[in-house]
């Protein structure tokens, strides 16, 4: 089958063919000022003004730039822009691009990850010999504005299969508008939708997650990665020259002799959540992008920090929360041989984080039982298979990178054990992501009759909150703490301070003392939530990068606790709260915000993050979500504050929420609330 789409991290404005591993042709998009000055590949990223939709077959898709980067407030609204659509039937696509500017719009041969196929000159266009199609593009007038092609490919044991497929081409090629616009308005009649106080909630997940998926063209399988500048260099190509893993999402847009990137680069928990979020496009692609996660994982079972084509983090890992986004994806979109698939790599991992080592769990805390991050020092590539910012990296710092949050201040006080090869702590959200893992591995093993797999995960989950409960619990705090040496509790608390009740651990009377602290807006409520530390806390001014701004991921683990401890009501608004304020930024910018300033919810990092929409789709899961604990869960009460938030003329659409055409549990859901 031949892959179709954007789907090269570097080509927003382009089209990849793939028929085969590492098999395959493309064609990109080129403007040129009318001073000269050409705009390709990377200054794309720059450009994006609006991220379109993008249909799930490959319908429609549209995408804007701006083709001035910085739009003058004298333009006229459209002015200055370039738009891109292109809608697949079948065996052929057809591609428009429109400028509103002076210039020159050309579409050039494309060799995307440097395949050997090159386009050849043909009667009526161009033509190509892949490994198992012929494939031929026809090219409308040249005009320097407009830029129009038709592709159609044909299996090469199809007698005079190079010529059908110029044939065609070229016989499609006078109706290629009335294709594009009937594909846009047959995409926008049946595509999941939101209105009222939810205008562009589902499409601001849907348009951005799917405009984020790529492809591994070695295995030509589909992935969603942390974003499309989230492609770490190749090895040895220049990549160890310094900076920060940040530099590759925020660099320098005039910078243009950045390292080659590798070919792709999966990172860990962002595969899970980006399959969640996929949920509301496509069941298939939600479940593409969670076995791609799992399929990066070493042979010892390590799924890791990130990995790519030629490189990665055999020494660490990320938080485990691959089985509960398989759980709950198999509760959204029923698939058993998906699920199936599933589990080998999600045991495996499981097992990877006690293993043994050196006559200890792998990760073993302070306290027998309990966990810690970490890094097995053994493992850690030569430098000259590392990117620059990991060359020379201590091992606190490999552990806190492993702990996804990297930089939080729980961190700051907490020193490397270098005999264990883990930082000296008891880490309350590592041992709150086992038991969660333990507990969705159980579910599953029970689901696909693994039985005895599945009596030993939860043995294993009640001994660590047994344990966590005895060790990690303060009364006086009225939350779980970090375990310091000395039998010391950590005085500092961050969001994931609250990831017990997500997995589990609190009694009721336990889970009440900690939401009073969520709800004291000294230390983490108000307006803009939730900060990773506490307000109270000195770092929190920081605002830069986990030292106090609001993540998407922290807000929906924390949310799913919430729910499942029944705090209905305080789960609405935090629910509420993250959507509005990812949407205003989205309204404002266009752009798909790493995450957010807890101090005036302003967007921050990276400007197209994959794991952004999880603000959105928390606010989705009110209208209607398919809950490991709680089932098939429709409807929610409305949330008076969400009127309040909203003034002039969305005041009028404020006391009313509607999601449409949304595929939960096998079925197309249609909710209002009000």
Not at 64 to 79: K, N, V, Y
Request: aromatic residues 10%; hydrophobic residues 40%.
């Amino acid at each position: 089958m031949m892959r179709v789409g954007a789907l090269e991290a570097r080509r927003w404005a382009g089209l990849v063919f793939a028929a085969g591993p590492d098999d395959g042709i493309g064609l990109r998009l080129v403007f040129t000022t009318p001073s000269g000055e050409r705009r390709e590949l990377e200054d794309w990223y720059w450009m994006v003004s609006r991220v379109g939709p993008h249909a799930p077959d490959g319908s429609y898709a549209r995408m804007e730039f701006d083709l001035a980067a910085e739009p003058s407030s004298a333009s006229r609204p459209g002015e200055g822009t370039l738009t891109l659509e292109w809608s697949r039937r079948e065996d052929a696509v057809a591609l428009r691009a429109v400028a509103r500017a002076r210039g020159r719009v050309e579409l050039v041969s494309d060799d995307p990850w440097g395949w050997a196929a090159r386009w050849e000159e043909a009667p009526g266009g161009w033509h190509a010999a892949l490994g198992s199609v012929e494939i031929a593009a026809a090219f409308g007038p040249r005009a320097g504005a407009r830029a129009a092609t038709v592709v159609a490919w044909e299996a090469r044991e199809t007698p005079s299969a190079a010529g059908a497929a110029r044939s065609r081409s070229q016989r499609l090629l006078p109706g290629l508008d009335r294709w594009i616009d009937d594909a846009r308005a047959d995409w926008d009649r049946r595509r999941p939708r939101s209105s009222g106080a939810a205008e562009g909630l589902v499409e601001a997940v849907t348009d951005n997650l799917m405009w984020t998926v790529l492809l591994q063209p070695e295995a030509v399988r589909r992935y969603a990665p942390a974003g499309r500048r989230w492609i770490f260099p190749k090895p040895g190509d220049g990549g160890s020259t310094g900076g920060t893993p940040q530099d590759i999402g925020s660099g320098d847009r005039t910078r243009k002799s950045a390292p080659a990137p590798d070919d792709w680069t999966v990172f860990g928990w962002d595969s899970f959540f980006n399959a969640l979020a996929l949920t509301t496009a496509s069941g298939r692609l939600a479940w593409d992008a969670l076995l791609a996660g799992i399929a990066s994982r070493y042979t010892n079972g390590n799924v890791p920090n990130w990995r790519s084509r030629r490189g990665g983090t055999p020494d660490r890992s990320q938080p485990p929360v691959g089985s509960f986004a398989a759980l709950k994806l198999h509760l959204t979109c029923p698939d058993a041989d998906a699920l199936a698939a599933a589990w080998p790599g999600l045991l495996a991992w499981s097992d990877w984080w006690v293993a043994d080592k050196g006559g200890r769990p792998r990760r073993e805390g302070l306290t027998p039982g309990l966990l810690a991050w970490g890094s097995d020092t053994a493992l850690v590539p030569e430098d000259e298979q590392l990117p620059g910012w990991e060359v020379g990296a201590s091992g606190h710092q490999r552990a806190a990178w492993e702990s996804g949050q990297d930089d939080l201040p729980l961190w700051d006080d907490v020193k490397w054990d270098p005999r264990r090869e883990v930082l000296a702590v008891s880490a309350v959200d590592l041992c709150s992501y086992r038991a969660l893992d333990l507990e969705c591995l159980s579910r599953i093993g029970r689901i696909l009759g693994h039985m005895a797999d599945a009596e030993r995960l939860e043995a294993e989950r009640r001994r660590i909150i047994e344990t966590m409960n005895r060790v990690l619990w303060s009364e006086d705090a009225g939350l779980y703490l970090d375990e310091l040496p000395g039998d010391r509790h950590s005085p500092r608390v961050a969001s994931s301070n609250f990831l017990p009740l997500i997995a589990g651990v609190p009694s009721a009377r336990q889970a009440n003392r900690m939401v009073d602290v969520l709800r004291d807006p000294d230390r983490f409520w108000g307006e803009w939530v939730l900060p990773t530390i506490s307000r109270n806390d000195p770092a929190f001014d920081d605002q830069q990068y986990w030292r106090g701004s609001i993540w998407p991921p922290m807000n929906y683990l924390v949310l799913q606790g919430l729910r499942r401890y029944g705090f209905d009501e305080l789960a609405s608004e935090l629910a509420w709260k993250g959507a509005l304020m990812f949407l205003a930024d989205r309204g404002r910018t266009g752009f798909c915000r790493e995450n957010f300033d807890a101090r005036s919810g302003r967007g921050r990092g990276q400007r197209f993050q994959s794991w952004g929409p999880l603000f959105a789709l928390g606010a989705i899961e009110e209208f209607v979500d398919a809950s490991p604990w709680r089932g098939l869960r429709i409807g929610s009460r409305w949330p008076a504050f969400v009127a309040r938030n909203m003034g002039g003329d969305a005041a009028r659409d404020a006391a009313w929420a509607r999601i449409e055409g949304l595929q939960v549990a096998g079925q197309a859901r249609t909710v209002e609330l009000s």
